[in-house]
C-alpha cells in the first residue's frame, strides 16, 4: 500500500535490467530502397546480398545461402538453420515484406547475379557493414549495419500495415518466439504499449 520507493530501483538499472528507452536509429523504407537501388545501379556484386537482406529480413551470412522457393514463387528458401547451443533452427522460406520490392529490386533476375567472395559466413556481417560505410558513408551504429535491414524487416511485419503475430514473425525470421520478442520486439512500435499498435 504504499508508494514505490523509487530509489530502490537504482542498482536493478545499473544491473541493466531496465530497459534504457534508447533505441538505436534503424534503417526507414526509405533509405533502404535507397541503398539497395544504389547498389544494383551500380552493379556492385553486393546488390544482391543488400536486396535479400532488406526485403526477407535475413540474417547477413543467409543472404549468401538463400534459394529461389519452389513453393512460392515471391520467397525465398532458406536451406539451413541457424546452429546454437540450445540445437539448429530447422530451414524456412520467408515471404517478403513489403512485397513491392520483390517487383522494384527484380529479385527473380538476380538470383543470376554474382555474389561477393564469402570465405567464412561469421564474416559475413562484417562485410556488408565495411561495404555500407565504405560506399554509402554510412556510420557505425547498432540499427544502420548489416543487421540494421533485419531489425527494419521486424519493425515492418509488426506494423498495422501487417500485423504478422509474434508465432509467424519468429517462423519467418529463423528463431523461437522468445526470441523474438526479448530481441525484436524493442524495435517495433508500440511494444510497451500493445494497445498502440492498433490504433
Known amino acids: 500500500g504504499h508508494p ?33 537501388l544504389a547498389s544494383l ?13 532488406a526485403t526477407y529480413g535475413l540474417r547477413p551470412w543467409e543472404g549468401w545461402l538463400a534459394e529461389p522457393s519452389q513453393r512460392h514463387g515471391d520467397c525465398v528458401w532458406i536451406p ?4 546454437s547451443t540450445k ?11 513489403h512485397p513491392r520490392w520483390y517487383e522494384l ?5 538476380l538470383w543470376s547475379k554474382p555474389l561477393p567472395v564469402l570465405a567464412r559466413r561469421e564474416w559475413s556481417a562484417g562485410r556488408v557493414t565495411r561495404y555500407l560505410k565504405r560506399r554509402f ?12 535491414f533485419r531489425n527494419a524487416y521486424a519493425r515492418r ?9 509474434d508465432g509467424d514473425g519468429a517462423l519467418f525470421m529463423g528463431h523461437t518466439v522468445m526470441v523474438h520478442n526479448q530481441v525484436y520486439r ?13 490504433r
Open 4 to 36: 514505490w520507493n523509487a530509489p530502490l530501483l537504482d542498482p536493478l538499472e545499473m544491473r541493466g535490467y531496465r530497459k534504457s528507452g534508447k533505441v538505436a536509429p534503424l534503417f526507414s523504407d526509405e533509405e533502404i530502397e535507397e541503398l539497395v
Open 41 to 53: 545501379d551500380r552493379g556492385d556484386d553486393y546488390g544482391r546480398v543488400l536486396a535479400l537482406l
Open 80 to 83: 539451413i538453420g541457424k546452429k
Open 87 to 97: 540445437g539448429t533452427n530447422p530451414p524456412r522460406e520467408v515471404p517478403p515484406f
Open 105 to 109: 529490386f527484380d529479385i527473380e533476375t
Open 137 to 148: 558513408k554510412i556510420e557505425y551504429g547498432t540499427g544502420r549495419s548489416a543487421y540494421g
Open 157 to 165: 511485419i509488426h506494423s498495422p500495415e501487417y500485423r504478422v503475430t
Open 186 to 198: 524493442r524495435w517495433v512500435a508500440g511494444s510497451d504499449d500493445p494497445i498502440a499498435r492498433y
